[in-house]
């Protein structure tokens, strides 16, 4: 419940943080124009969106980069960069090139560059990857003709190439797509709406965009991730602000436009501000989950495993993280609730809380000798502060030893790329948030990638069974067929402990009504058809 002697503590000692941000931010709006500034749920730092799976770093790839094709909010697949043409066999795929496309630097968009995109993509990200092993070749016919030729019919192209969550096929020149994927580009240059300017990134402080005078919208509406980006503004300004105070205090005096994700306990007061919007932009919501490193003791051992998966609570998770039970849902189903594809097969445990008797038994059955669990536990994101200290209190409670180590959420999203031991900065276990979009199916849902270290998501679980049920699911050709392929898989998937869903929320965002056209969808916020008045 909201505090409100504990809000005016709060307040008081975020005052002179106001002070000096307003002063620095309007000077900033007198020299820039019309200028947005947000704070977003995370700090950016890592800024090549091919890299990870970052939400922080997928919103930065939607300003600066472009996509061949996009989602709409019929779920429908729509022309963005390119339009497309199917073969009568459903074996060739061709994608042209709308005309007026430019990267930043004034070069004309190629073919070449997109082949080379989507091929730097498919390595990593798990459609990707899905669709290569599908694929017999892909070539730039010429500059603005793209060919994709499969080796038998796959019903999932142009859902693969219009996701909208991460890892977004995000288009860059040829140079830079030739940067193995586990390497960052070099520079930030796209053909999207926005231009990143690097002169002004700061990590920690806050990351710049400017208006690129060049880009070409398309003609239709702006719809979810499709249609016209159609850029209003002269700038936007990610401004970081780890305390969610200060935050909310700076937008409710005017020294920022937009919060991302609004304090839920803070509500009361943010609804009472006549000049503030509140609302949820993704309608579908989050999953939250906790994942394992499947490389190292204790969690190489499935028995190890399970004792974890069976002391984990969703109730207790998503009071810490959410507290109001109309955010919230409790939710045993790895593909989302109230989806064709929800089951509750494996779920009990999970959704009753009633797991922890047997998570003892069988942790104690399973020879584990007290190794510490590393979890890292980031302090600067509303969304994900609670989860591991939960988590570490019913590991403990279980009978593991725990090392909840303090840090923030970038480190973690570097960290958790590190296939080190834990002893050598390594890890054992993190939470982090999914999308619905990114949950969706088993080609989508990078947490139940079966590819191990060969490809697979952070922590890296390698299960044979798993990828031959992604292939069975791939080339079934009905909901039917589709269902009685997931109930064999969420079973595999929740023996084997891929990870443990610990429910769904939503997240409100918050602006001063000086913004107008403000966008939903699964992958938001973005900034283009935002207007801002005076």
């Known amino acids: ?66 996509t061949l094709l996009a989602t709409d909010s019929n779920f429908k697949i729509q022309p963005q960069m390119a339009d497309w043409k199917v ?21 004309p968009v190629t073919a070449e560059d997109c082949v080379a995109s989507l091929q730097r993509w498919g390595k990593v990200d798990g459609m990707g990857q899905k669709l290569m092993d599908f694929t017999e070749s892909l070539t730039a016919t010429d500059a603005k003709t793209i060919t994709l030729k499969l080796k038998e019919p796959y019903g999932l192209v142009l859902d693969a190439i219009g996701k909208p969550s991460s890892r977004v096929p995000f288009m860059m020149p040829k140079r830079l797509a030739e940067t193995p994927p586990d390497k960052p580009i070099p520079e930030q240059i796209g053909s999207g709406p926005f231009k990143f300017v690097q002169a002004e990134f700061q990590p920690g402080v806050k ?20 249609g016209g980006k159609v850029v209003k503004v002269d700038r936007v300004e990610w401004i970081t602000m780890p305390d969610a105070q200060t935050a909310m205090n700076a937008l409710q005096s005017g020294d920022i436009d937009f919060m991302e994700n609004a304090p839920l306990d803070m509500l009361p007061v943010l609804e009472a501000n006549k000049d503030l919007k509140i609302e949820v932009l993704n309608k579908f919501g989050y999953q939250t989950l906790g994942r394992m490193n499947f490389l190292y003791p204790p969690f190489d051992n499935v028995k190890v495993r399970r004792a974890a ?58 020879g584990y000798d007290g190794t510490p669990i590393v979890i890292m536990a980031p302090g600067d994101v509303s969304t994900l502060k609670a989860q591991p200290i939960v988590a570490a209190q019913l590991l403990r409670e279980a009978g593991f030893k725990v090392d909840l180590q303090a840090t923030d959420w970038q480190t973690v999203v570097t960290r958790r790329a590190s296939q080190k031991p834990p002893k050598e900065g ?33 922590g890296w679980a390698e299960n044979a069974k798993i990828e031959d049920l992604r292939d069975k699911f791939a080339r079934a050709s009905s909901l039917d067929e589709q269902k009685k392929i997931i109930a064999e898989f969420q079973k595999e998937a929740y023996d084997q402990v891929l990870y443990i869903p610990l429910g769904q929320y939503l997240n409100p965002s918050a602006w001063r009504k000086s913004l107008t056209g403000v966008l939903d969808g699964p992958a938001t916020p973005i900034f283009w058809n935002i207007d801002k008045s005076e």
């Open 1 to 66: 419940m909201f505090q409100t002697s504990s809000w005016k503590r709060r307040a008081l000692s975020s005052a002179l943080s106001i002070v000096a941000l307003s002063v620095a931010l309007s000077a900033q709006a007198l020299a820039a124009g019309k200028t947005i500034t947000a704070v977003m749920h995370s700090d950016l730092r890592v800024i090549d969106p091919i890299m990870t799976t970052a939400y922080i770093t997928r919103d930065h790839g939607y300003m600066v980069y472009d």
């Open 87 to 107: 073969s009568d066999d459903k074996l060739t795929y061709t994608f042209t090139l709308r005309d007026g496309l430019k990267w930043h630097d004034g070069t």
């Open 207 to 226: 990351a710049v965009y400017e208006k690129f005078k060049d880009y070409v919208p398309r003609k239709e509406p702006a719809n979810w991730i499709a």
């Open 309 to 366: 998966f069976l002391a984990m609570k969703q109730k207790d998770v998503l009071d810490a993280l959410v507290g109001n039970p109309q955010y919230y849902k409790i939710c045993g189903a790895i593909f989302g609730c109230g989806t064709p594809l929800e089951t509750d097969v494996g779920a009990e445990t999970l959704v009753k809380g009633n797991g922890m008797a047997e998570a003892k038994k069988l942790l104690a059955e399973s």
């Open 426 to 458: 390594g890890w054992n276990m993190f939470f982090t948030n999914w999308v619905a979009a990114d949950i969706a199916n088993p080609i989508v849902n990078a947490s139940v990638n079966g590819r191990g270290k060969n490809g697979g998501w952070f």
